[in-house]
């Protein structure tokens, strides 16, 4: 699915990979098959990416449930109002009825390792986000602790990184500070139990909002597309890492020398193919289950 077309319902906002619509009170959020690199949306889509990423996020939500609770009503189609449930082929597997929640306008980032724009902002500063990191660091080296570092998003789509200071002055201190505990012990809780099935949890992003007062975890949570996956059995620090994400795609899309301005190119069978394993193999394993196609 590149692009859903609901016609019996108003299409809310469409992103770079979910297609939100209005469900009377509530959201209906669809995941599509898009892949995006580079701030870019790409012209080939990697099949059942978006049942990856719901299924995936249901299992979290309902693992972290007791630590926080989240905006999924249900992701049962047969559970959907009377319209959607005539929508089943469409839905099934790939999306859920969630509350509406007020989303506090930053970016919940927690990093255990050294990569990504974290390492580039090392080696410029020996720090992420105002927090001070000891010398000598590689890339890809687990940190001390993990850290947060949270990030705003720009009208381009790039995330903008930080200081607790500044994310203080958006969603004020109380806030800012619940959201900060929340997103550490929801990391530790995510890498324990990723470890337990052979995955690194690198760093993740995670993203709130307020239902009737109350903090709710919303959107997606620990993805391939929200998170940095290593395979634990590979890891070896002091340069990038093998991962369960579209690094397949970002490493092809370098190799052609694509200047990252539009229009995106089109991706080769082999790059779809790996890609679309890589996103399944991450929900067997975090999961143990079998991926509902």
Same mark, same amino acid.
């Given at each position: 699915?590149?692009?859903?077309?609901?016609?019996?319902?108003?299409?809310?906002?469409?992103?770079?990979?979910? !297609? +939100?619509?209005?469900?009377? =009170?509530?959201?209906?959020? %669809?995941?599509?098959?898009?892949?995006?690199?580079?701030?870019?949306? /790409?012209?080939?889509?990697?099949?059942?990416?978006?049942?990856?990423?719901?299924?995936?996020?249901?299992?979290?939500?309902?693992?972290?449930?007791?630590?926080?609770?989240?905006?999924?009503?249900?992701?049962?189609?047969?559970?959907?109002?009377?319209?959607?449930?005539?929508?089943?082929?469409?839905?099934?597997?790939?999306?859920?009825?969630?509350?509406?929640?007020?989303?506090?306008?930053?970016?919940?980032?927690?990093?255990?390792?050294?990569?990504?724009?974290?390492?580039?902002?090392?080696?410029?500063?020996?720090?992420?986000?105002?927090?001070?990191?000891?010398?000598?660091?590689?890339?890809?080296?687990?940190?001390?602790?993990?850290?947060?570092?949270?990030?705003?998003?720009?009208?381009?789509?790039? !995330? +903008?990184?930080?200081?607790? =200071?500044?994310?203080?002055? %958006?969603?004020?201190?109380?806030?800012?500070?619940?959201?900060?505990? /929340?997103?550490?012990?929801?990391?530790?809780?995510?890498?324990?139990?990723?470890?337990?099935?052979?995955?690194?949890?690198?760093?993740?992003?995670?993203?709130?909002?307020?239902?009737?007062?109350?903090?709710?975890?919303?959107?997606?949570?620990?993805?391939?597309?929200?998170?940095?996956?290593?395979?634990?059995?590979?890891?070896?620090?002091?340069?990038?890492?093998?991962?369960?994400?579209?690094?397949?795609?970002?490493?092809?899309?370098?190799?052609?020398?694509?200047?990252?301005?539009?229009?995106?190119?089109?991706?080769?069978?082999?790059?779809?193919?790996?890609?679309?394993?890589?996103?399944?193999?991450?929900?067997?394993?975090?999961?143990?289950?079998?991926?509902?196609?």
């Amino acid at each position: 699915m590149t692009q859903s077309e609901l016609s019996a319902l108003t299409l809310h906002a469409r992103g770079k990979v979910r !297609d +939100i619509y209005e469900a009377g =009170d509530d959201l209906l959020f %669809l995941a599509s098959d898009r892949i995006s690199a580079f701030d870019h949306i /790409l012209a080939t889509e990697i099949p059942d990416k978006g049942k990856v990423l719901t299924q995936l996020s249901l299992f979290w939500f309902d693992y972290l449930q007791e630590v926080v609770p989240n905006h999924v009503i249900t992701a049962r189609v047969e559970e959907y109002p009377k319209p959607l449930r005539d929508l089943q082929d469409q839905l099934r597997g790939r999306s859920m009825l969630v509350r509406r929640a007020k989303m506090f306008p930053v970016e919940c980032v927690v990093r255990g390792y050294l990569s990504g724009s974290g390492w580039k902002d090392y080696k410029q500063t020996q720090s992420i986000c105002g927090n001070s990191l000891p010398p000598g660091l590689r890339e890809s080296d687990c940190l001390p602790e993990p850290i947060f570092t949270p990030a705003t998003k720009s009208n381009t789509g790039h !995330d +903008i990184n930080i200081s607790f =200071d500044e994310m203080a002055r %958006l969603v004020g201190s109380e806030t800012a500070q619940t959201l900060r505990e /929340l997103s550490l012990r929801i990391y530790a809780l995510a890498v324990e139990h990723a470890k337990s099935r052979g995955i690194i949890v690198a760093d993740t992003k995670f993203e709130f909002g307020s239902v009737n007062g109350k903090i709710v975890l919303s959107d997606e949570v620990l993805t391939p597309d929200s998170s940095r996956f290593w395979p634990a059995e590979t890891y070896r620090p002091g340069g990038p890492q093998a991962s369960y994400d579209k690094q397949f795609v970002r490493d092809y899309l370098e190799s052609i020398h694509w200047d990252k301005s539009p229009p995106a190119p089109a991706l080769p069978d082999d790059v779809v193919r790996k890609t679309r394993e890589k996103y399944i193999q991450a929900y067997r394993q975090i999961s143990g289950k079998e991926l509902e196609l």
